[in-house]
């Protein structure tokens, strides 16, 4: 349910931007995933491993799936144009693009360019941001940082991958994990009584550790140190959660919504496990969407919209952790939609 004491943080953030700049805000999320569905009980025949075995080690019940002749591009751009639909803004109005991807349809061109032609944002920026399941939360910041300077008014942020056309098929213990989706939010400037972006606290670690996760370019398929990645991951989305809300000025206990990279349902429930959590106030939407990297959090914001939790005024925690090794916590107020 959402605290009524997030009426309070309508006000600028300690941490974010100083009272006399603009104020950044989330205006509008939507999703676009893939029809195709590939369900574990399916994956688990393939794999010569049991439905149960796969749900009690991933949480994921059934994964969006892009078919061959499907683009990234194409359903990147749908997610944004729903996003600036439910906004009221119109594409022409948009200054900057970004793709949250690490899975293109080609080397080049990025991604973003062609999803700014497809939306019709033809006066628009538009460019990649690779950093992994960190990225849309990477993006997110650059976003803050260029509408509260002036420099852009309207950035349309979509995290976008189609992980199973990378994922090692061979590979029991990560094949499970993965899928497809896309995944925008757009923000803008701050206009009504709700709506913020406070602090965005990033981190890396290119260290040997970070070979946990590595795709390499001969065969592009995934290589996943599956206990290492969950050590890190929740050690270091735990440290940047409670850093963030620290930074804004809070307590865990003034956060409305978790809404964290949903790479594993154990690494969720771990999470909020260390962090103290009440599970009702921590996103987990990983049984029917998988992890599809950069996505997960807009698709994680985009179901609790629909179910009720996320509304103007709540105040939300984001926390990401990726290859890289790359994380990051952040802390926003929702702003809502334009119109209403």
Known sequence: ????????????????????????????????????????????????????????????????????????????????????ERAGVDPGELDLVIAATMTPDEVTPNAAPLIAHALGAHRAGAY???????????????????????????????????????????????????????????????TGEHGAVGPILLGADGSSAAQAIVVPHADRRIRLDGPEVYRHAVARMAEATQAAVARAGLTLQDIDLFAFHQANARITRALGERLGLDPARVVDCIAQVGNSSAATIPLALAAAERDGRLRPGARVALGAFGGGFTWGGGVIEWGGERDG
Do not use: Y
């Not at 019940?61 to 078919?67: G, K, Q, S």
């Open 128 to 190: 990649d941001v690779g950093a992994a399941c960190t990225a849309w939360l990477c993006g997110a910041s650059i976003a803050a940082a260029q509408i509260e300077t002036g420099r852009s008014r309207w950035v349309l942020v979509i995290g976008a991958d189609f992980i199973t056309r990378i994922v090692n098929w061979e590979d029991k213990r990560s094949a499970p994990l993965f899928a497809d989706g896309a995944g925008a939010v757009l923000f803008g400037p701050a």
């Open 1 to 84: 349910m959402v605290n009524t004491a997030s009426r309070e943080f309508s006000a600028p953030l300690a941490g974010g931007p100083a009272p006399e700049t603009i104020r950044a805000a989330p205006h509008a999320v939507a999703s676009a995933l893939p029809e195709r569905r590939l369900t574990s009980a399916e994956l688990a025949e393939r794999l010569g491993l049991s439905e149960e075995w796969i749900v009690s080690r991933t949480g994921v019940r059934e994964r969006p799936v892009a078919a061959p002749d499907e683009r990234l591009a194409d359903f990147a751009a749908r997610a944004g144009r729903a996003a600036l």
